[in-house]
C-alpha cells in the first residue's frame, strides 16, 4: 500500500553506463516529479509531469530522460553515468488541482534512490 | 526566479522552542511549504502557507508573510525526534514547481 515507491533503493554502478529508475504513485494524482539530493543535501527538481506531459525542465544535461507512460509512472533514464551523478534521487507526486479547485500541491516523494557511480 | 535562504545549521535543548527562519524572493508567489526530512529518509509534508499569518498543527507552527517575502516554522517541546532537516519550499504562480531551499538542519540535544 505503498503511496509513492521506487525502484530500485540503491543503484552502484560503473562511470559511463546507461540506467534506470522507476516510480510509481498509487495516489491517483496527476502530477509527477523527479528531484536530485547531492551530497550536502540540496534538493533540486530536475523535471516534472502533468497527465503525461513535461511541464517542468530544469537544467539538466540531456544524458538524463525522463519517461511517463501513464499518470502514475514516471521513469528516469540515465545515459553515459559520471561520477557527479551520485546522489539520491527523489521521485515525488502532487495533485495539481484538488477537486476543490485549490492549488494545493503537496507533494508526497518516494523512499529515494540512492545511485553511487564508481 | 526564485531566491530562498535559511540557516544552514541550528541547535536547541529538548522540551525547548525553536524558530526557524526563510526568506524568499519570487516573481509570482503561489505558497511556501515547509518539509521535514530525518536523515536517510525522503522529506515529508508539515504544514503549507498561502495567506498571511499563523497556521498551528500541534506542536508545529508555521508563519507567513507575503510582503516581507517571509516565513517561520516553530517548534514547541522540541523533542529528540525533531532532529532533523527542515525544508522551506515556495511555489511559483505555475503552480507545478516548488522551488526548495538548502535547508536547516535542527540539532535537538538532551
Known amino acids: 500500500d505503498t503511496a509513492v515507491s521506487q525502484t530500485p533503493k540503491y543503484l552502484v554502478t560503473q562511470m559511463g553506463n546507461d540506467k534506470s529508475i522507476k516510480c510509481e504513485q498509487n495516489l491517483g494524482h496527476d502530477t509527477m516529479y523527479w528531484y536530485k539530493q547531492d551530497s550536502k543535501k540540496f534538493l533540486k527538481i530536475m523535471f516534472s509531469?502533468?497527465?503525461?506531459?513535461?511541464?517542468i525542465n530544469e537544467t539538466v544535461p540531456n544524458r538524463f530522460s525522463p519517461k511517463s507512460p501513464d499518470k502514475a509512472h514516471l521513469n528516469l533514464h540515465i545515459n553515459s553515468l559520471e561520477l557527479g551523478d551520485s546522489a539520491v534521487y527523489f521521485c515525488?507526486?502532487?495533485?495539481?488541482?484538488?477537486?476543490?479547485?485549490?492549488?494545493?500541491?503537496?507533494?508526497?516523494f518516494g523512499p529515494g534512490t540512492r545511485l553511487t557511480v564508481l | 526566479g526564485q531566491n530562498i535562504d535559511q540557516p544552514t545549521e541550528m541547535t536547541a535543548t529538548e522540551g525547548a522552542i525553536v524558530q526557524i527562519n526563510c526568506t524568499y524572493q519570487?516573481?509570482?508567489?503561489?505558497?511556501l511549504f515547509w518539509y521535514q526530512q530525518h536523515a536517510g529518509e525522503a522529506p515529508t509534508f508539515l504544514s503549507y502557507?498561502?495567506?498571511?499569518g499563523l497556521e498551528e498543527k500541534g506542536r508545529f507552527s508555521s508563519f507567513l508573510s507575503r510582503s516581507k517575502g517571509y516565513s517561520y516554522l516553530l517548534l514547541k517541546e522540541l523533542q529528540m525526534k525533531d532532529s532533523a532537516s527542515y525544508l522551506c519550499a515556495v511555489r511559483e504562480v505555475n503552480a507545478g514547481k516548488s522551488t526548495f531551499g538548502d535547508g536547516t538542519t535542527l540539532t535537538v540535544k538532551p
Open positions: 502557507n498561502v495567506l498571511d
Open positions: 519570487t516573481s509570482g508567489f503561489n505558497g
Open positions: 509531469y502533468n497527465n503525461k506531459e513535461l511541464i
Open positions: 515525488a507526486s502532487s495533485q495539481f488541482v484538488s477537486v476543490t479547485g485549490e492549488r494545493y500541491n503537496e507533494q508526497f
